[in-house]
């Protein structure tokens, strides 16, 4: 699913006349969005993830922070930017891949529980 994301990404940006540096740095926030979401859904196999228990867990809350101030050096930070080839991105490109990633959250939520059966045979 993050492949046929970024693809469909990569064609949609490209023949508008997008810079390779913006490209990159979209496909790579949609990366690293759509990893943060499955990690969420690798926490729980059996049930929703989206439960108290994540609340709870900090490990996940520190992991989250580190990867968000990672990502914002890369994106924004100069000398990050010239080391990636990483450009800023506008909000718009935030919420987009995040809206990409929680997409594919709900996919996999929503293929536990008609996987289940198959898992218990």
Known sequence: MIAISAFVLEAWLQPRGYSPEFIRTVLLQTLVTAQWFYMLNCRVSDGFSLSKGLLMNKGIWIVSAVLLVLQLLIIYAPFMQLL??????????????????????????????????????
């Open 84 to 121: 990636f080839g990483t450009t800023g991105l506008p909000f718009r490109y935030w919420v987009i891949t995040f809206i990409i990633g929680f997409v594919m959250f709900l996919i996999v939520e929503v293929e536990k529980p008609l996987t289940r059966r198959f898992r218990t045979a």
